[in-house]
């Protein structure tokens, strides 16, 4: 370990929290589907709320590595959580599902961030004798964030109702801990 990579244990948190978020994301909206359209009384439009997220965050994620590399990884990736948390909270008020697909492809740019910018940090941060091991645990928490989120889908909807999956988004994104800056 040399004075420009830190431990392991402080590196992880703050790079795997944004990855679990972002990924889980695009799967927790899945199983609240049905209930967002009977309560907006729009099932044949109910697919773009999935739709917009995949393509925001499709189409943000070459812009965030770009903008990473001119601006800063770490600052960047600050500005995609609170992009991210405050698309969410839009997205839990939304009163239509225009307004909803609209939030959710706000929520696609930050979400985009947090996936590019995660692995970047990732790679900056880890020396070249762990990153396997680092890119594994990261794997890791993609596989399980995208089981766990239809299964928390849908016992947040059921239990709280259809906002339920965005609002879930803001204490955990702002528990993010940056401790390696």
Sequence with gaps: MTPTNPPLRRVFPPILLPTFLAVVDGTIVAAALPAMAVAFGEVERVTWVVASYLVASTVAAPVYGQLGDALGRRRLLLTALAVFVLASALCACASGI??????????????????????????????????GQAQGVMAAVIVASSTFGPVAGGALTQAFGWPSVFLVNLPLGLLEPFPFM
């Design 98 to 131: 225009l307004s909803l697909t609209g939030a959710r492809v706000l929520q696609g740019f930050g979400g985009g961030g947090l996936m590019v910018l995660g692995q970047a940090l990732l790679a900056e941060n880890v020396p070249r004798h762990q990153l």
